[in-house]
């Protein structure tokens, strides 16, 4: 379990009374937009998740010389996710480059031309300190990802009955662009949403994925 602590409690770690770098983890997940704090400045941004746990965004120069950032999903309000992140430089024709690819998979067109690397140094949700690792966890499913993406983007039909049972919409277009053990990330046509797996319901490989699919869509 990531070591918590309670904001103005005793230093001493506290048990939670839920897996909350679970639950933090879904709200981030469900939350790709939202502001980005630095050197007394704010401004609007959007991430996507890589892989290894981290996160990839376009940001200003300004931003990449902070020595003290914090990416608030949505905002800075106490329901919130604040995030304290180390960012480090990313150009997009290097062997990270991919990660470009990525977020304009997730968003589309990037409205700076400078990218990052977000490394989540640490976490506060709802009151809970939580560790940078227990938010960055690696896809297992990298490699299955984007067979699970093609299969599910054939079913239109049945990833937009999922929509409708877990998000309550009904959007004129969908696309899988992203999956791991614990949801499914699906962009609409004004922003990314999050289909999370029902209690007790995980995925390990393409077969399992579309059977979690249909098991929401029903």
């Not at 990531?2 to 933090?24: C, E, H, S, T, Y």
């Not at 809970?128 to 960055?136: K, Q, S, V, Y």
């Not at 499913?141 to 079913?155: F, G, K, T, V």
Request: hydrophobic content about 45%.
């Amino acid at each position: 379990m990531a070591r918590m602590a309670r904001r103005n409690a005793d230093p001493d770690p506290i048990v939670p009374p839920v897996d909350v770098p679970q639950l933090a983890f879904q709200f981030m997940r469900s939350n790709l937009s939202g502001h980005i704090a630095f050197d007394g400045d704010r401004r609007t941004i959007k991430v996507a998740p890589l892989p290894d746990g981290r996160l990839v965004a376009p940001v200003m120069v300004a931003m990449l010389r902070s020595t003290d950032v914090v990416v608030e999903l949505p905002d800075d309000g106490d329901d919130s996710l604040q995030l304290t992140v180390t960012l480090e430089g990313l150009d997009p024709n290097g062997t990270d480059g991919f990660a470009c690819d990525r977020w304009r998979i997730y968003h589309g067109d990037p409205p700076d031309v400078r990218w990052a690397l977000l490394s989540i140094d640490a976490g506060r949700y709802r009151g809970w300190f939580i560790d940078g690792p227990a938010l960055m966890r690696e896809n297992p499913l990298a490699a299955c990802e984007p067979a699970i993406c093609r299969d599910a983007n054939l079913e239109l039909a049945t990833l937009k009955r999922a929509i409708h049972k877990v998000v309550g919409s009904d959007p004129p277009s969908a696309l899988l662009v992203g999956a791991d053990p614990w949801g499914f990330d699906v962009r609409r046509h004004v922003d990314v949403v999050r289909l999370r797996m029902k209690d007790g319901v995980t995925i390990s490989d393409e077969r399992s994925a579309m059977a979690a699919l249909q098991d929401l869509a029903d």
